[in-house]
């Protein structure tokens, strides 16, 4: 009876080692995906960012009319009311 037992209990250790060992498999796999997207996105954020970095510098003209468009949007907006308390 000692010997059942005994083997009972080999096998039930063996079938939780092979699923801890799957589940660690698992997990691994995803957390490998993870960082490989994360690394493309940042890969790809960074050559992006050189792209712009390597432009020529937009002419001062340019600039003046961009913050006067952006200034200009910034007032043609309705005015919001003030609540009186």
């Known amino acids: 009876m000692n010997t059942e037992l005994q083997g009972k209990h080999d ?6 080692l092979t699923r801890i060992l799957q589940t660690l498999a698992e997990q ?15 890969t790809a954020q960074l050559a992006a960012s050189m792209e712009l970095l390597s432009r020529p510098p937009t002419p001062a003209w340019s600039r003046s009319a961009v913050a006067s468009a952006s200034a200009w949007k910034k007032v043609s907006r ?3 009311r003030l609540s009186s308390a």
């Open 11 to 16: 096998q039930l250790r063996t079938e939780v």
């Open 28 to 42: 691994n796999r995803a957390e490998q995906e993870l960082i490989q997207t994360t690394m493309r996105n940042a």
């Open 78 to 80: 309705k005015p919001t």
